[in-house]
């Protein structure tokens, strides 16, 4: 089983941040931090970017509930040592781009960030309900909604990032 486990690594001078946004930081955007740097590390190689998580509402330093760690336990991923990390100001601007889970967060990110509102969106221009005090089949849908979504996203960064360095 995959632990969770982030660190930058060499090529960090270069490295983009993405930001996943949820209210507390336990629930829907572990479950996109992890399943999207899966993807990513894949799709344009390990180290190119590094996903974080954390949360509008969140209280630092709480466990993903019981359904997240479970609903990731079942795709291989070890959730239970990450941790919530309330989103601040300077966490927000630092980041290439901030993807939220719902639009009333969408709002509350872009007001925070000194510039570039364009960088904070939707999953693939989706909104991705807040599973918190449901029953376990309500996080795996949720986790397989996210699924659904991270191709597009997935493939919308690998063409930013082409661009970005294409010679001009």
Sequence with gaps: M????MALTGNASKQRE??????????????AEVLLQRALDERVGEGVILVTSAGI?????????????????????????TRSTYLTAAHA????????????????????????????????GEEVPD????????????ALQIERLLPAVVDDIA?????EEAPV
């Design 93 to 124: 601007d630092r980041a290439w781009r901030l993807y939220c889970m719902e639009q009333y967060q969408v709002d509350r990110v872009r007001a925070l960030l000194d510039e570039h509102p364009e960088r904070v969106m939707l999953l693939d």
């Design 18 to 31: 993405i930001v996943v946004v949820c209210y507390g930081n336990i629930c829907r955007s572990p479950m």
């Design 57 to 81: 509402g969140a209280d630092d330093g709480r466990p993903p509930s019981q359904g997240t760690i479970k609903a990731m336990a079942a795709r291989g991923i070890d959730l239970r040592f």
């Design 2 to 5: 995959l632990v969770l486990h």
């Design 159 to 163: 063409r930013a990032i082409s661009a």
């Design 131 to 142: 599973p918190i005090g449901s029953g376990q089949q309500i996080y795996d849908e949720v």
